[in-house]
């Protein structure tokens, strides 16, 4: 196994959930020699796919990656909002309940993660398995539940969990994770009254901004986002390179 290159990094964990090799170009806008050199060493290397964001408005890094065989798999949009106050404002309806995560909910809001992410550039990419990346969406949940550093809410409705969002605090801003909802409880304002308790507990962190990121592909996502006074920051595209045909069962 050689050293990866200075702008490039494996990713272990990655790897060992999909079942191979995977690594990322860190340069946002390489030259044609390193992107031709970390090719290379992937290629010797056994890596089978090489994730890569480039900035949108860079054409000649969008340029070099088509031309090398890169895949545009997603548009990477981050979000972000600077008054919090004005996510409280658009509380939905009093009917659901916002409540932190607890055991109980864990079993049904994974079945809930293991359907809802299906406009994220893993389900885009025909290389990789719609179980596994059904999977790595419950996964995180998890892993973002039992994360001490970490905070979920739940939206409940009807008498069962049908929403929730996770948080967390880096520095001075708050992070929004995963985001999502049962299909059968869509458009009925569960997001905004999320959103909006998440607003609150980021206050009570003494925080004043909040960022989150979404695809392009999710107009619906982008809505909910937009109606508690998010704002875009930054759009990235994101391309996927192949060393091999296909990885893992469909």
């Given at each position: 196994?050689?050293?990866a290159?200075?702008?490039?990094?494996?990713?272990?964990?990655?790897?060992?959930?999909?079942?191979?090799?995977?690594?990322?170009?860190?340069?946002?806008?390489?030259?044609?020699?390193?992107?031709?050199?970390?090719?290379?060493?992937?290629?010797?290397?056994?890596?089978?796919?090489?994730?890569?964001?480039?900035?949108?408005?860079?054409?000649?890094?969008?340029?070099?990656?088509?031309?090398?065989?890169?895949?545009?798999?997603?548009?990477?949009?981050?979000?972000?909002?600077?008054?919090l106050?004005?996510?409280?404002?658009?509380?939905?309806?009093?009917?659901?309940?916002?409540?932190?995560?607890?055991?109980?909910?864990?079993?049904?809001?994974?079945?809930?993660?293991?359907?809802v992410?299906?406009n994220?550039?893993?389900?885009?990419?025909?290389?990789?398995?719609?179980?596994?990346?059904?999977?790595?969406?419950?996964?995180?949940?998890?892993?973002?539940?039992?994360?001490?550093?970490?905070?979920?809410?739940?939206?409940?409705?009807?008498?069962?969990p049908?929403?929730?969002?996770?948080?967390?605090?880096?520095?001075?801003?708050?992070?929004?994770?995963?985001?999502?909802?049962?299909?059968?409880?869509?458009?009925?304002?569960?997001?905004?009254?999320?959103?909006?308790?998440?607003?609150?507990?980021?206050?009570?962190?003494?925080?004043?901004?909040?960022?989150?990121?979404?695809?392009?592909?999710?107009?619906?996502?982008?809505?909910?986002?937009?109606?508690?006074g998010?704002?875009?920051?930054?759009?990235?595209?994101?391309?996927?390179?192949?060393?091999?045909?296909?990885?893992?069962?469909?």
């Open positions: 196994m050689k050293p290159p200075a702008n490039c990094c494996r990713l272990e964990w990655d790897s060992e959930f999909f079942g191979f090799p995977i690594a990322r170009l860190d340069d946002p806008t390489p030259s044609a020699e390193a992107i031709a050199s970390v090719l290379q060493w992937a290629a010797e290397d056994g890596i089978a796919c090489l994730y890569f964001e480039a900035p949108a408005g860079s054409t000649e890094t969008i340029r070099l990656a088509e031309q090398n065989g890169f895949q545009l798999v997603d548009v990477r949009l981050v979000l972000s909002l600077e008054t106050d004005r996510a409280k404002d658009t509380a939905a309806d009093t009917s659901i309940t916002v409540r932190s995560m607890a055991e109980r909910d864990l079993e049904p809001l994974k079945e809930i993660a293991g359907t992410f299906t994220t550039r893993y389900y885009a990419d025909q290389g990789f398995s719609r179980a596994r990346c059904a999977e790595l969406y419950r996964v995180w949940l998890e892993k973002s539940y039992r994360d001490r550093e970490q905070h979920v809410l739940v939206a409940e409705t009807q008498g069962r049908a929403g929730f969002v996770t948080l967390q605090v880096e520095s001075d801003t708050g992070r929004i994770g995963l985001f999502g909802a049962a299909a059968d409880a869509q458009g009925k304002g569960l997001g905004q009254a999320l959103l909006a308790d998440a607003a609150s507990w980021f206050t009570g962190k003494g925080l004043k901004r909040v960022v989150t990121v979404t695809q392009g592909r999710s107009v619906a996502a982008q809505r909910v986002y937009q109606r508690a998010f704002v875009t920051d930054r759009v990235s595209l994101y391309y996927h390179r192949w060393f091999r045909a296909s990885c893992g069962e469909r």
